[in-house]
């Protein structure tokens, strides 16, 4: 199928704000040297940008082009990016680089599918929140939040946050000295919870079907409500709450998020408990939050018997996708204006 563009690349050019129609000339080929594909050059007639069919791909400008697709399936495989360095035989920054503008797609490419999921109005059912405990750099004085929003019955993941959590209490004389030296460094550091929930039900607002009421289930802690009523406004459904401290088992109300949770640890190794991969920065613990959501929705099934992903059994998304299919445009909306 021949490769046709449909819109510059070029951000200033008169064609992306729709003045002017868009049209280009064909400008010959190149020949790529580090995997020899034949590329098609392009030049747009309005602003005169030269570009090629590889500037709509994700590898675009790497010089090892199928590096992120083996780095993918490492960062949702519970692998360190020191051992991925090790396995991919590259250093440490170029997996770092990967981690960044993988994670920053995979969220974009989620939120673009959210958007149009809303404006079909195809996102409603109940929905469950519950916020998993981890840390940064120290486990009792940089404690760390991460509520997760997902639906209940295709165990979909709608959004995640993270944020800081206050110091923990009852600090040994050389905790409290090392606390004081953060401190002194940082500020103090305060309790981001509310802040982190209210993204998520605030994001799950703006995609919800309109006219229709949105069903919350979560455990008891206090702000929850609250918060949701202020997301829902007028769309309020119901709220359905369950003890934290009952079993986890299937019987449990909450078992899909609980379930999401320990999968997620199980996945992320930036999670795992009592070892060298916990995370040293918050920020790339949310960029790697992202891969496996969008690892989770898009490409695994919603269990290890099916094929279905929970992006599909929600409806959604039409099919599965498989890694470089998730990862060959650079832009989310070249998937459905050009196909996967």
């Given at each position: 199928?021949?490769?046709?563009?449909?819109?510059?690349?070029?951000?200033?050019?008169?064609?992306?704000?729709h003045t002017?129609?868009?049209?280009?000339?064909?400008?010959?080929?190149?020949?790529r040297?580090?995997?020899?594909?034949?590329?098609?050059?392009?030049?747009?007639?309005?602003?005169?940008?030269?570009?090629s069919?590889?500037?709509?791909?994700?590898?675009?400008?790497?010089?090892?082009?199928?590096?992120?697709?083996?780095?993918?399936?490492?960062?949702?495989?519970?692998?360190?990016?020191?051992?991925?360095?090790?396995?991919?035989?590259?250093?440490?920054?170029?997996?770092?680089?990967?981690?960044?503008?993988?994670?920053?797609h995979?969220?974009?490419?989620?939120r673009?599918?959210?958007h149009?999921?809303?404006?079909?109005?195809?996102?409603?059912?109940?929905?469950?929140?519950?916020?998993?405990?981890?840390?940064?750099?120290?486990?009792?004085?940089?404690?760390?939040?991460?509520?997760?929003?997902?639906?209940?019955?295709?165990?979909?993941?709608?959004?995640?946050?993270t944020?800081?959590?206050?110091?923990?209490?009852?600090?040994?004389?050389?905790?409290?000295?090392?606390?004081?030296?953060?401190?002194?460094?940082?500020?103090?550091r305060?309790?981001?919870?509310?802040?982190?929930?209210?993204?998520?039900?605030?994001?799950?607002?703006?995609?919800?079907?309109?006219?229709?009421?949105?069903?919350?289930?979560?455990?008891?802690?206090?702000?929850?409500?609250?918060?949701?009523?202020?997301?829902?406004?007028?769309?309020?459904?119901?709220?359905?709450?369950?003890?934290?401290?009952?079993?986890?088992?299937?019987?449990?109300l909450?078992?899909?998020?609980?379930?999401?949770?320990?999968?997620m640890?199980d996945?992320?190794?930036?999670?795992?408990?009592?070892?060298w991969g916990?995370?040293k920065?918050?920020?790339?613990?949310?960029?790697?939050?992202?891969?496996?959501?969008?690892?989770?929705?898009?490409?695994?099934g919603?269990?290890?018997?099916?094929?279905?992903?929970?992006?599909?059994?929600?409806?959604?998304?039409?099919?599965?996708?498989l890694?470089?299919?998730?990862?060959?445009?650079?832009?989310?909306?070249?998937?459905?204006?050009?196909?996967?």
């Amino acid at each position: 199928m021949a490769f046709r563009p449909t819109f510059c690349p070029n951000t200033h050019c008169p064609t992306r704000t729709h003045t002017r129609p868009f049209t280009y000339q064909r400008r010959g080929y190149f020949r790529r040297k580090c995997d020899g594909r034949t590329v098609q050059r392009f030049s747009c007639r309005s602003c005169a940008q030269r570009f090629s069919s590889q500037t709509f791909r994700f590898d675009y400008r790497w010089r090892k082009p199928r590096l992120h697709l083996r780095v993918f399936d490492l960062f949702v495989s519970k692998v360190t990016m020191r051992q991925m360095a090790r396995i991919t035989r590259v250093r440490r920054p170029t997996v770092e680089r990967r981690l960044l503008r993988i994670g920053s797609h995979c969220k974009e490419f989620h939120r673009f599918v959210l958007h149009e999921a809303g404006r079909a109005g195809l996102l409603q059912g109940v929905f469950q929140l519950d916020e998993l405990e981890t840390f940064e750099t120290d486990r009792r004085l940089k404690p760390v939040t991460m509520p997760v929003l997902i639906e209940r019955h295709s165990y979909f993941v709608v959004y995640g946050s993270t944020a800081p959590l206050g110091a923990r209490g009852r600090l040994a004389p050389h905790l409290k000295k090392r606390k004081e030296r953060y401190e002194a460094a940082e500020g103090r550091r305060r309790s981001g919870s509310v802040r982190a929930v209210r993204e998520c039900l605030s994001e799950w607002a703006r995609v919800h079907r309109r006219g229709v009421g949105m069903h919350l289930q979560s455990d008891r802690k206090s702000s929850y409500r609250r918060l949701f009523l202020q997301a829902a406004g007028d769309q309020f459904g119901s709220h359905t709450t369950e003890s934290s401290r009952r079993r986890r088992d299937y019987g449990n109300l909450l078992f899909p998020i609980n379930h999401t949770l320990a999968m997620m640890r199980d996945g992320i190794s930036r999670l795992v408990r009592r070892s060298w991969g916990a995370a040293k920065l918050r920020e790339r613990l949310e960029v790697h939050f992202w891969i496996w959501a969008a690892y989770r929705n898009y490409v695994r099934g919603v269990t290890v018997r099916t094929r279905v992903t929970p992006a599909q059994a929600l409806g959604v998304v039409s099919g599965r996708y498989l890694p470089e299919q998730l990862l060959y445009w650079r832009w989310p909306e070249w998937m459905h204006t050009y196909g996967q």
